[in-house]
């Protein structure tokens, strides 16, 4: 199988590190920083950082040939688990609502600093 670097226009790591990478059907992102698209700012709320990174992942599994319906897991690295969890649920719902189909979450708290509330990786299956 061949692999194959994905990068997209919102945001681009700093190291020689893809946005994420395919293998076959098996689709694994680097860290996804909260950055505003298209720069390296950070908003102040965790709710647009939130925001930020699903629009990263968006256009990660696009540019991948993959949809939302491919996530299989998403881990969520955050300052404060409570906080962060209470913010995901909404947007997690809006993308996935079913509530019988779907991906894994697991958040960790870790110890941040500035202003980088959250961040986070993925797993894609592509089975189409």
Request: charged letters at 25%; a positive charge.
């Given at each position: 199988m061949t692999r194959r670097s994905i990068e997209?226009?919102?945001?681009?790591?700093?190291?020689?590190?893809p946005c994420a990478t395919r293998i076959g059907p098996l689709i694994e992102s680097s860290i996804i920083p909260p950055f505003n698209p298209g720069g390296r700012e950070l908003p102040d709320t965790i709710e647009l950082q939130i925001d930020n990174l699903f629009v990263h992942?968006?256009?990660?599994?696009?540019?991948?040939?993959?949809?939302?319906?491919?996530?299989?897991?998403?881990?969520?690295f955050v300052q404060d688990a409570a906080e962060s969890?209470?913010?995901?649920?909404?947007?997690?719902?809006?993308?996935?609502?079913d509530p019988h189909?779907?991906?894994?979450?697991?958040?960790?708290?870790?110890?941040?600093?500035?202003?980088?509330?959250?961040?986070?990786?993925?797993?894609?299956?592509?089975?189409h």
């Open positions: 997209i226009d919102s945001f681009a790591h700093a190291n020689p590190i992942m968006g256009k990660m599994l696009e540019k991948a040939g993959a949809g939302w319906e491919d996530m299989a897991k998403i881990t969520f969890r209470a913010a995901l649920n909404g947007p997690w719902e809006e993308k996935f609502p189909s779907r991906p894994s979450r697991h958040t960790l708290e870790i110890p941040t600093s500035g202003k980088s509330k959250i961040s986070s990786v993925f797993t894609a299956y592509v089975d």
